[in-house]
């Protein structure tokens, strides 16, 4: 039975080759002051960021620049975000990047003027926003995570080694978010795999919890049918457009708050990811794929029905003459194949996790009890050791 429910969103999408058109009209609505948020450099080699600029100046705005956004972006490079966005008295943050960009220009909303220390009232405490918040845009130029249309913010604390998501409320959603699929081809594949798989994992979160039959569900394997599908063109030709757009577009339904109304969620996978990040500073979709299938290998008899279901629905296992538990040990065999075949990363050792972060890393990933099995931390080991390869 889908549980009761409020359902909004107020970012606005402009999606298309043509999507960047959307920036100009949007600019109307705010003030003289802009704080351009970018990453590491790719916008300047790629020729996005001479685009922005040129609209923001034909705009007749004052732009402020706060560029270095790294991947994963950390607590200092927030304090450092939230002097800029003062010292600027900005109006709009425009936030040019992928994920860690826009949850980084998120982040800088929400504590520019907070007088408390941000990370201990929003990462630590998760306490609400209760000051002046700076509206946000995004031109978005990585595609996974669906921060172009939600309230993630994940911030990490490399001292304290946490990686830590707040998921804001609609009222901190970038105001409008700009989509082009085109912008997103420069990325190198190790990125846009990782991206795939993030897209993929923000699904299954969602999908591998409660037993009952509704609308999400459906939408949820039609979304992986399409990503499935659209990544494997992806791979052997990253500039194809259609593909390309139709991930973009999954990714952002991914994760923009729909597909989880009404039921419960996991999120274990992020859970541990994260805490792997946070060790590691790895990239975010790299860190779901290594502990995926042990994960799910690991739950699958808590939740039978619905990795049979996922198993016929969406990899097309044939379920004749065989039991359940056959059916959804298939499913998972065809993901983990698919993974493979699409280069994914399939060990935490690969990331970088030594053995001595085990339950540095098991202690750090917070215990979510929405899924099919609540984890202990030796369980948490337990799936972190079998990435690396060592069967349990
Ligand atoms: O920094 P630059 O030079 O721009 O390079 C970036 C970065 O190195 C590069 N890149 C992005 N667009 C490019 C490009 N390179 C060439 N051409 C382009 N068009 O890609 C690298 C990775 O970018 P990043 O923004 O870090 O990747 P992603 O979009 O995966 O974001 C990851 C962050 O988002 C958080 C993750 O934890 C991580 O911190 N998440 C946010 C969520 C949310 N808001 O709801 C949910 C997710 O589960 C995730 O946790
Ligand atoms: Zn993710």
Redesign the pocket.
């Known amino acids: 039975m889908l549980g009761n429910f409020s359902y909004s969103n107020p970012t606005k999408l402009y999606f298309g080759k043509d999507a960047l058109h959307g920036l100009r009209e949007e600019l109307q609505n705010y003030g003289r002051n802009v704080l351009l948020v970018?990453?590491?450099?790719?916008?300047k080699?790629?020729g996005?960021y001479e685009q922005v600029v040129e609209i923001l100046k034909a705009a007749g705005k004052d732009i402020y620049e706060d560029a270095g956004?790294?991947?994963?972006?950390t607590v200092e490079k927030l304090y450092e975000g939230c002097r800029r966005a003062r010292e600027g008295n900005v109006d709009l943050i425009l936030a040019v990047?992928?994920?860690?960009?826009?949850?980084y220009a998120?982040a800088v909303s929400v504590s520019a003027f907070c007088e408390k220390d941000p990370w201990e009232k929003y990462y630590l405490r998760m306490e609400d926003v209760d000051n002046k918040i700076i509206p946000v845009g995004c031109v978005l130029?990585?595609?996974?995570?669906?921060?172009e249309m939600?309230g993630?913010?994940?911030i990490?604390n490399h001292q304290q080694k946490r990686?830590i998501?707040h998921?804001f409320g609609d009222h901190v959603f970038p105001k409008f978010s700009i989509l082009n699929p085109v912008?997103?081809?420069?990325?190198?594949q190790y990125?846009m795999t990782?991206?795939f798989f993030?897209i993929m994992?923000?699904i299954l979160e969602q999908y591998f919890s409660g037993e009952d039959d509704n609308t999400s569900d459906y939408i949820m394997e039609g979304l992986l049918r399409s990503l499935i599908y659209s990544s494997k063109i992806a791979i052997q030709d990253p500039t194809d457009y259609e593909a390309r757009s139709n991930i973009m577009w999954t990714a952002t339904w991914a994760?923009n708050t729909l597909v989880a109304k009404g039921k419960t969620t996991d999120w274990m996978v992020?859970m541990i990811g994260?805490s792997i990040?946070a060790f590691t500073d790895a990239?975010?979709?790299m860190t779901l794929s290594a502990v995926s299938i042990p994960y799910y290998r690991h739950i699958l008899p808590y939740g039978l029905q619905k990795f049979k279901r996922y198993a016929v629905n969406v990899w097309n296992v044939t379920p004749d003459g065989k039991s359940d538990e056959e059916i959804a040990r298939e499913g998972l065999e065809r993901m983990e194949a698919y993974m493979r075949e699409i280069g994914l990363v399939m060990s935490i050792r690969e990331l970088g996790v030594t053995d001595e972060m085990l339950d540095g890393i098991a202690k750090g990933s917070f215990i979510m009890d929405g899924g099919y099995k609540v984890l202990s931390l030796d369980e948490i080991v337990a799936i972190l050791k079998e990435s690396m390869g060592e069967q349990q």
Request: glycine fraction near 24%.
């Open positions: 970018y990453g590491g450099g790719s916008i080699k790629n996005i956004v790294m991947p994963n972006p990047g992928g994920g860690s960009v826009c949850d998120k130029t990585m595609v996974g995570t669906g921060s939600n993630g913010s994940v990490t990686k998501g998921v912008f997103t081809f420069t990325l190198p990125q990782a991206g993030d994992s923000h994760l992020h994260q990040g990239t975010h979709g």
